[in-house]
């Protein structure tokens, strides 16, 4: 499942980054909720570190302490976009580089 969350930093620039299943992955480990929780109720708490572990995944240099991170934040919000995956899903024997 992928989710658009827009953040607005305190300096005024807006950035939009989209949760990938590694970031979502990282955010139910730290917050010991699933995705399905995040669907029916989120707090502020877990917007800000599923944005924060987008942003790591995407490979954007944040702060080692996501409060530090946070602190730089004037908005985050989650838009509604799902993005369904765009092919099927390879095999664990398949690769990239491999015939079909």
Same mark, same amino acid.
């Given at each position: 499942?992928?989710?658009?969350?827009?953040?607005?930093? &305190?300096? #005024?620039?807006? *950035? !939009?980054?989209?949760?990938?299943?590694? $970031?979502?992955?990282?955010?139910?480990?730290?917050? /010991?909720?699933?995705?399905?929780?995040?669907?029916?109720?989120?707090?502020?708490?877990?917007?800000?570190?599923?944005?924060?572990?987008?942003?790591? &995944?995407? #490979?954007?240099? *944040? !702060?080692?302490?996501?409060?530090?991170? $946070?602190?730089?934040?004037?908005?985050?919000?989650? /838009?509604?976009?799902?993005?369904?995956?765009?092919?099927?899903?390879?095999?664990?024997?398949?690769?990239?580089?491999?015939?079909?």
């Amino acid at each position: 499942m992928r989710v658009t969350l827009t953040i607005t930093y &305190v300096s #005024g620039e807006v *950035v !939009p980054v989209r949760t990938t299943p590694l $970031a979502w992955m990282r955010w139910e480990k730290r917050t /010991g909720k699933s995705a399905s929780d995040l669907a029916t109720a989120h707090s502020v708490t877990d917007l800000l570190l599923l944005a924060y572990e987008s942003l790591r &995944v995407a #490979g954007i240099t *944040v !702060p080692a302490d996501p409060e530090q991170w $946070a602190a730089t934040v004037d908005d985050v919000g989650a /838009g509604s976009e799902i993005v369904p995956p765009t092919g099927p899903v390879p095999s664990a024997d398949s690769s990239p580089s491999s015939p079909s």
